[in-house]
């Protein structure tokens, strides 16, 4: 499985993932702090969103200050996938005005623009 984190503002919750991508990727509830979209019958259809802001004190001292320059107060959501169209589609269903980074876990931190322009999980996880 890979993951990814998003990083937002923090007024930004897991329902509006979910009313982002409403038609495209259908989300359902585990707790307060995690959405999920499976259909076991489909084999790599699993797709989790967390809410995980201690997820901040695991990056380096470089990612946490591009963080903090980026927002006075953040959240951080972990997503797991099989799928990296998934993952496309969430980040593209936000909208322009809403402020998002994206972590690929391997030390790089994007900018929107820049992760829609990768065609697979290889290109975005080994991007220098």
Not at 50 to 72: L, T
Not at 105 to 113: A, Y
Request: aromatic residues 18%; contains cysteine.
């Amino acid at each position: 499985m890979n993951d990814a984190f998003l990083i937002t503002d923090s007024t930004f919750k897991l329902s509006d993932f979910k009313r982002y991508t409403e038609g495209a990727i259908k989300f359902d509830d585990l707790n307060e702090f995690e959405i999920e979209y499976n259909i076991p019958e489909q084999h790599k259809t699993y797709f989790s969103v967390s809410k995980d802001n201690s997820i901040f004190d695991m990056m380096d001292p470089f990612e946490q200050e591009k963080v903090i320059s980026e927002f006075s107060e953040f959240n951080i959501f972990t997503c797991l996938f099989y799928d990296f169209r998934y993952l496309q589609t969430l980040v593209a269903s936000i909208p322009p005005d809403r402020k998002v980074i994206i972590d690929n876990d391997h030390g790089k931190l994007l900018k929107r623009e820049d992760f829609l322009k990768f065609n697979s999980y290889e290109e975005f996880a080994k991007w220098p």
